[in-house]
């Protein structure tokens, strides 16, 4: 069965720590995979990546995805307590055109 | 920028009650979604559809149906609400199958079944 597992679930952190979120995955054809942000309300997009060791970067938050290794790890550098939120994966399915979810990873970050 | 809307934010509905679930979208994207969002379970997918008056089933469809009449509109529908759908619900839209799977999320609707 396909699925998507997200480590750890979750964080609590020091605003101007740095942070490493984990996505591994078992999809049997994957074709992209995708990192949402979810603050009180509905996930918003930060990356989609499909080629392996190509960083994605936007501001403060990147991410890479190792084919090979089938994970992909998303980084924020110098936490702010804006940050704080649950940060989703999710694989999409290159037979069905369905994104297979991750439960999350919970971050907060304290002044 | 995408722009998906839901219309409810908020809802109480009693057990049994037919409960109707709007969603719009305004970027003439192929593909909708509906997902209910629970803590502890993640959001998992209620049904989806790539085109007008077509849908799919997706991982937990009992108790629900949707109806797609206009590209920009799909619409979720409890027949007879059950407390056990008491949930976040997750209306979400993509562009194109092969060249952009993206899904663009509406703000949610919080459904109470009492």
């Known amino acids: 069965e396909d699925k998507v597992v997200q480590s750890p679930l979750s964080l609590v952190v020091h605003e101007g720590d740095t942070v490493t979120l984990n996505c591994s995955y078992e999809?049997?054809?994957?074709?992209?995979l995708l990192w949402y942000k979810q603050e009180k309300k509905a996930p918003t997009f930060l990356f989609m990546l499909?080629?392996s060791g190509i960083e994605k970067k936007s501001g403060r938050l990147s991410s890479i995805l190792d084919k090979k290794e089938l994970f992909s790890i998303l980084n924020i550098t110098a936490t702010q307590t804006g940050d704080s939120a649950i940060y989703l994966c999710?694989?999409?399915?290159?037979?069905?055109?369905?994104?297979?979810w991750g439960l999350g990873t919970s971050l907060a970050v304290n002044p | 920028d995408v722009k998906v809307t839901q219309s409810s934010r908020y809802l109480v509905k009693r057990t049994g009650e037919k409960v109707f679930l709007e969603c719009v979208q305004d970027?003439?994207?192929?593909?909708m979604f509906w997902y209910r969002q629970d803590p502890g379970l993640g959001l998992r997918l209620i049904y989806f559809?790539?085109?007008?008056?077509?849908?799919e089933k997706g991982d937990i469809p009992e108790g629900y149906s949707v109806s797609r009449e206009k590209k920009e509109r799909f619409s979720l529908i409890l027949e007879s609400a059950s407390t056990n759908q008491t949930s976040m619900y997750l209306c979400?839209?993509?562009?194109?199958?092969?060249?952009?799977?993206?899904?663009?999320f509406g703000p949610g609707t919080r459904l109470l079944v009492l």
């Open positions: 559809s790539y085109d007008v008056k077509m849908k």
């Open positions: 979400a839209s993509s562009l194109i199958w092969g060249r952009e799977e993206t899904q663009y």
């Open positions: 999710a694989v999409c399915d290159g037979n069905n055109r369905k994104l297979i």
């Open positions: 970027m003439d994207h192929e593909n």
């Open positions: 499909t080629s």
């Open positions: 999809v049997t054809n994957f074709r992209s």
